[in-house]
């Protein structure tokens, strides 16, 4: 009897150790994005900063992006950028956000906030795209962002990580809409 008890204790311990093992190669990218169902409307996906940085000013330019989307692309995203810099920002005038196959441009920026920071400002804006604009930009990855503020373009470029992100957003979440 003590030897069946003991056999089964082992043997449960045996399964349940495999069931909670999780393979170590396995990469879902849910640290890149975050989805929500929203009911009829389909899924909501935000999309974590990418960063690109300003070589010459020494800048940080974060862009996260949200959109909705079920079956087809009817709407557009929302793009947020998040300047870290030594200046405030307190308006852009517009941006270009380019890659080789798609070439955007956008006046219509609207401040959401600015924070001073231990190393200077946070300066957060917002604005729309076309969601099929959005979905052509992950086709490439070699973004090229520019913003125009007060007669000045300051030009941010794609960061490695950035890179790496883009290719599997690209493969995780614009793959699917089809």
């Not at 089964?8 to 994005?33: A, D, E, M, R």
């Not at 930009?137 to 030009?155: R, T």
Request: charged fraction near 25%; charge should be positive.
């Amino acid at each position: 009897m003590r030897t069946k008890l003991s056999f089964v204790v082992l043997l449960s311990i045996f399964f349940y150790s495999c069931l909670s093992v999780k393979p170590s190669t396995t990469k879902s990218g849910k640290k890149y994005f975050e989805t929500f169902y929203v009911g009829a409307e389909g899924t909501q996906y935000f999309i974590k900063p990418l960063l690109f940085k300003n070589a010459i000013s020494n800048e940080n330019l974060l862009v996260d992006i949200t959109f909705r989307y079920k079956n087809e692309i009817r709407d557009s995203a929302i793009i947020n950028l998040s300047i870290q810099s030594l200046n405030i920002y307190k308006q852009i005038d517009s941006f270009r956000l380019s890659n080789k196959m798609t070439n955007i441009k956008n006046d219509k920026v609207e401040l959401l906030f600015n924070e001073k920071t231990r190393n200077g400002f946070l300066s957060r804006f917002t604005t729309k795209i076309p969601l099929d604009n959005t979905k052509s930009l992950f086709n490439s990855d070699d973004w090229h962002f520019v913003l125009y503020h007060k007669g000045q373009s300051i030009e941010y470029k794609t960061e490695n990580k950035t890179v790496k992100t883009i290719n599997i957003l690209r493969n995780k979440v614009f793959v699917l809409m089809q």
